[in-house]
């Protein structure tokens, strides 16, 4: 019986939960990097930080999400990129179920705005939650199942057991992660 990390397509569902998170942790920073006033805004919204560290996420957040996007999608540093995307993401949900246990009715500020909710408008914590329970998921399998297809880390030969840019599929007869496949 072969293990799940020897299994032909684990390499392919790693490469498509590298973009997935990528695009949403690049479209996230991005729609707040311009408005950095506003970043800080929404995480002092939260009500969970002191001041002055509630600052500097606010204005660290969106470079940190869109370094840890572009690590993902070009996949270099993967696992730590994914363990980065995975801590983010347990992050925002403990932050958004904490907003909504004390009551607060906030935006999540997760793709921009201010952490104010508009007239009228109700919180969406449950959905929030979700995507990124969602998102962690995706995160936490890109750290345990490595870089996937189509890496920097395979091409340049970072993958335990691979051959940089080899002839074959694998790079040798190891599946990806370099472990030895079950017989």
Same mark, same amino acid.
Do not use: D
């Given at each position: 019986m072969r293990s799940l990390n020897a299994h032909p397509a684990v390499p392919w569902v790693t490469t498509v939960a590298r973009l997935v998170v990528a695009g949403v942790l690049i479209a996230a920073g991005?729609? /707040?990097?311009? @408005?950095?006033?506003?970043? &800080?805004?929404? =995480? /002092?919204a939260y009500e969970l930080l002191p001041e002055? =560290?509630? @600052?500097? &996420?606010?204005? %660290?957040?969106p470079i940190l999400e869109i370094v840890v996007g572009v690590l993902l999608v070009v996949g270099l540093l993967t696992r730590a990129a994914g363990g980065v995307s +995975?801590?983010?993401m347990l992050a925002f949900v403990v932050g958004i179920g904490s907003a909504w246990a004390r009551g607060l009715r906030i935006d *999540? $500020? *997760?793709? $921009? %705005?201010? %952490?104010?909710?508009?007239a009228g408008q109700s919180p969406n914590y449950f959905w929030e939650i979700l995507r990124d329970a969602g998102l962690f998921l995706l995160g936490a399998w890109i750290t345990l199942y490595g870089p996937g297809r189509l890496s920097l880390d395979s091409?340049?030969?970072? &993958?335990?057991?691979? +051959?940089p840019l080899a002839g074959d599929e694998h790079g040798d007869d190891e599946p990806e992660g370099g472990e030895p496949e079950a017989a």
């Open positions: 991005w729609l /707040k990097i311009g @408005t950095p006033a506003l970043s &800080v805004q929404a =995480v /002092k002055g =560290v509630a @600052t500097a &996420v606010g204005y %660290g957040l +995975a801590l983010l *999540c $500020g *997760c793709f $921009g %705005g201010g %952490g104010a909710l508009a091409a340049l030969g970072l &993958v335990p057991g691979r +051959a």
